[in-house]
């Protein structure tokens, strides 16, 4: 079992830079691939970005490739969004998540573990 703790969201201007954290506890974080997702006010909750369990491969919506970057360090147990050139559609709560094993990664229900969300507000 893994618990997930996001952190580095808050305000900023259109343009601008945020990274956001997902700490993990654990033994098992390897073990896991991991991934991004949203949720704005009145919509569905969407897949932003996701991660191998070793880091090999990276998966991004069409929205946010080329601005966003997933990584992840196994050692801290933690996961990262790096989210550049941040434009107004992007405030979102977003969520980290894990998954033991997955055939669709932009799909939510292949996760078994969430966090409690953290909320990024880009202003125009």
């Known amino acids: 079992q893994v618990q997930l703790v996001e952190s580095g969201g808050g305000l900023v201007q259109a343009g601008g830079s945020l990274r956001l954290f997902c700490a993990a506890s654990?033994?098992?974080?390897?073990?896991?691939?991991m991934g991004w997702f949203r949720q704005a006010p009145g919509k569905e909750r969407e897949f932003v970005a996701a991660?191998?369990?070793?880091?090999?491969?990276?998966y991004y919506a069409d929205s946010v490739k080329g601005r966003f970057t997933i990584s992840r360090d196994n050692a801290k147990k933690t996961v990262y969004l790096q989210m550049n050139s941040l434009k107004p559609e992007d405030t979102a709560v977003y969520y980290c998540?894990?998954?033991?094993?997955?055939?669709?990664?932009?799909?939510?229900?292949?996760?078994?573990?969430w966090g409690q969300g953290t909320q990024v507000t880009v202003s125009s």
């Open positions: 991660i191998s369990k070793g880091g090999g491969s990276t």
């Open positions: 654990g033994r098992t974080f390897n073990s896991y691939n």
């Open positions: 998540a894990a998954a033991e094993r997955w055939y669709r990664y932009r799909d939510s229900s292949e996760y078994d573990y």
